[in-house]
Structures are given as structure tokens and as C-alpha cells.
């Protein structure tokens, strides 16, 4: 069974950090393109961040040199430290795994909530 499990987000005052972990089981992440997304009320979701098996990332205008994508090996998780966060990024986050071989397999966790505000 593949389970993508996201966990540590929570209410944050603008300026502050927050850290969201993605615990994956089921699946290797070698053979996994990782990646964040988030969606708030009334719009899109839209992709925050991804991370290849390579080491390279990639991530959205809006929270870039903000936003740090990365992994722990040994947890088999995949990390997103949010800091100097602003109301704009209050959403739901989504961990998202998509194969590199079948690339038509793709998971979701249930996603966790941020809030930013004062």
C-alpha cells in the first residue's frame, strides 16, 4: 500500500517558519519525482515545490529563497522549511509522488493545513 503522510504544519505569525514532513511508505523515493503543492480556498492547486532523484529542485516564484525542498534518507520523507511566511501562503500542502519510469503513477497525502496570520 502507498501512503504519502504529511505532518508539521499548524498556525504561524507572518515572518515565522514552519517545517512540513512527508513520511512515504509503499514506494521507493529513488524512483519518485517529490514534490509540494498547495491549494487554497477557491483557487488552483498549484505545484510549491519539487525535488528529483537527481538532487535538482525547482520551485515557484512566489516562495522562492523562502521555501527549501529536501530529504531525509533515513525517514524516507521529504521535507518543505517555509520561512519569512506571509498570509498568502495560508493553503492546504500536498505531498505528491509521480513515477520516473510510470510517470501515470502518482500519489497524494491528505495534505495539512497552514495558517499565517496574526
Known amino acids: 500500500q502507498v501512503q504519502l503522510v504529511e505532518s508539521g504544519g499548524g498556525l504561524v505569525q507572518p515572518g515565522g517558519s514552519l517545517r512540513l514532513s512527508c513520511a512515504a511508505s509503499?514506494?521507493?523515493?529513488?524512483?519518485?519525482?517529490m514534490a509540494w503543492y498547495r491549494q487554497a480556498p477557491g483557487n488552483q492547486r498549484e505545484l510549491v515545490a519539487a525535488?528529483?532523484?537527481?538532487?535538482?529542485?525547482s520551485y515557484a516564484d512566489s516562495v522562492k529563497g523562502r521555501f527549501t525542498i529536501s530529504r531525509d534518507n533515513a525517514k524516507n520523507t521529504v521535507l518543505l522549511q517555509m520561512n519569512s511566511l506571509n498570509p498568502e501562503d495560508t493553503a492546504v500542502y500536498y505531498c505528491?509522488?509521480?513515477?520516473?519510469?510510470?510517470?501515470?503513477?502518482?500519489?497524494w497525502g491528505q495534505g495539512t493545513q497552514v495558517t499565517v496570520s496574526s
Open positions: 509503499g514506494i521507493i523515493l529513488s524512483m519518485y519525482t
Open positions: 525535488f528529483n532523484s537527481g538532487g535538482s529542485t
Open positions: 505528491n509522488a509521480v513515477g520516473i519510469r510510470w510517470p501515470d503513477r502518482q500519489y
